[in-house]
């Protein structure tokens, strides 16, 4: 953030300069406590100024989402190379490294921010999610997916993202667990879906034939043959 000593700045370099603000802000508190003069404050510059560059706090919130929205999907992205339960576990530590980075406002936004609602702000968390669908089925080698598997895909990146909303409030579990916990649901939503279907069947098959035995996929199996004993 700025030490407030103003410079002269390009358009476009201010505008991004004043995002960069607004999401280190918007990361520490809901936008809903931080005023433009706060923005404006931390920026080094005038709160007409802000104003200048964007029409009021409602644009700017949506222009720092846009941003994390970037960040957050990009975080989904995995080379293809190694076993599917430790790719994924790397994906889940990504994905917590920026619900930490960025807690309030990844709360706010999924529970209720002041952009929530607005047809941009449902644009962009519909874009995240989309990006960590297609990035999933691309592991398993999927282009087409059938009902079933979409259906275990999409909710377990709905799971993922209430299962941060509950760890970031009094964080009472240790994330490493919840981590190896969400790729452990993963599989358990897939094996599920296996029992119904022989198409699941054979991609769950597939996805566990080169697991070593020390990956997450065989974890989770050694967990559940010492509960059932």
């Known amino acids: 953030m700025s030490t407030g000593v103003r410079r002269r700045m390009g358009v476009e370099e201010r505008r991004q300069q004043l995002i960069g603000v607004a999401l280190e802000l918007f990361s520490r508190r809901s936008p809903d406590e931080v005023s433009i003069d706060e923005i404006a404050s931390a920026a080094g510059i005038s709160r007409p100024l802000v104003y200048h560059y964007f029409p009021g706090k ?13 960040d957050l999907a990009g975080r989904f992205a995995e080379p293809h190379e190694g076993p599917l339960g430790a ?8 994905f917590f490294d920026f619900v930490e980075e960025h807690g309030p406002g990844f709360a706010a936004l999924m529970r209720g921010g002041p952009a ?11 874009s995240v999610r989309q ?11 999927v282009t087409e997916a059938p009902a079933r598997l979409e259906l275990v895909v999409r909710s377990w990146i709905s ?6 909303l509950i760890w970031l409030d009094g964080r009472r579990i240790p994330r490493t667990e919840l981590e190896l916990q969400l790729v452990h649901d993963f599989a358990a939503l897939a094996a599920v879906s296996a029992a119904y279907d022989e198409e699941m069947g054979a991609l769950v098959k597939g996805m566990v034939k080169d697991e070593p035995a020390d990956g997450p996929f065989a974890d989770l ?9």
Do not use: F, P, W
Not at 58 to 69: I, P
Not at 87 to 94: D, G, H, I, K, T
Not at 131 to 141: C, G, M, P
């Open 116 to 126: 929530v609602g607005s047809s941009a702000t449902n644009a962009l968390i519909d």
């Open 87 to 94: 790719r994924l576990l790397r994906v889940m530590r990504r």
């Open 221 to 229: 199996a050694g967990r559940l043959i010492a509960l059932a004993g």
């Open 131 to 141: 990006a960590a669908y297609e990035q999933i089925l691309s592991h398993l080698d």
């Open 58 to 70: 409602l644009s700017l919130y949506e222009a720092a989402l846009k941003r994390a929205s970037e």
């Open 159 to 164: 799971l993922a993202e209430s299962t941060a």
